[in-house]
């Protein structure tokens, strides 16, 4: 059971340049989320999604896009990179029907990117 | 979603109990109590949460006070694998999950 698994680990940009970064779970999670964490600070909410085709923006959505074709995928693509979109970006799952188990999400271990 | 206040950090000797506090006054009735900690870099890892009841699982306890505006996470006898940020969060659930909001949390180091 490989959990949540994010590629790729790092990754460096040159400014203008696009790229997805890629979140898969193996777990019939329902919800998957997007956050980023700059260095110092909590993580921040970027976009969410409760199932497949539907998606929603958190706290810091602009600049990028996410879609949601099936359970297990949830990629994040960044359209044109900027310096400032240079952070950790941690991808989470969990379940949303009645258990207990829904209130546990599960993170991957990270993307770090940056900007140039 | 409620705000949280918490210590940025603090001590404790290998082998005591490490007691985190958490303040979050705003708390609505329907909000829950969740404690997240992120070791080094890695993805943070989810440890307890509460509504207005003290929970214990294999990681720690949660003591909720009767007002639930702050909360506890107790680490019973904490090990130097214990270092970590430590988040405390209040999320209500959105469709069925809920959706974290997390703060700059206490940094806890565990001295030998």
């Known amino acids: 059971n490989a959990g949540v698994t994010q590629t790729p680990k790092f990754q460096v940009l040159k400014t203008g340049q696009s790229m997805t970064l890629q979140c898969a779970q193996d777990?019939?999670?329902?919800?998957m989320s997007w956050y980023r964490q700059d260095p110092g600070m909590g993580l921040r909410l970027i976009h969410y999604?409760?199932?497949?085709?539907?998606?929603d923006q958190g706290e810091v959505p602009n600049g990028y896009n996410v879609s949601r074709s099936t359970t297990e995928d949830f990629p994040l693509r960044l359209l044109s990179a900027a310096p400032s979109q240079t952070s950790v970006y941690f991808c989470a799952s969990s379940y949303t029907r009645d258990s207990r188990a829904k209130n546990i999400q599960y993170f991957g271990a990270g993307t770090r990117l940056s900007v140039l | 979603d409620a705000k949280t206040t918490q210590p940025t950090s603090m001590d404790c000797a290998e082998g005591r109990a490490a007691n985190l506090p958490c303040n979050h006054s705003t708390i609505s009735g329907n909000e829950y109590v969740y404690w997240y900690r992120q070791i080094h870099s890695q993805g943070p890892q989810y440890i307890i949460h509460g509504l207005k009841n003290n929970e214990t699982n294999e990681m720690a306890s949660l003591i909720i006070t009767e007002d639930r505006k702050s909360s506890t996470l107790i680490l019973p006898h904490a090990t130097l694998r214990d270092t970590a940020v430590y988040y405390c969060i209040v999320a209500s659930l959105i469709q069925g999950a809920q959706k974290l909001v997390f703060g700059q949390g206490t940094r806890l180091t565990i001295n030998p």
């Open positions: 777990m019939n999670h329902e919800y």
């Open positions: 999604s409760v199932g497949a085709g539907i998606t």
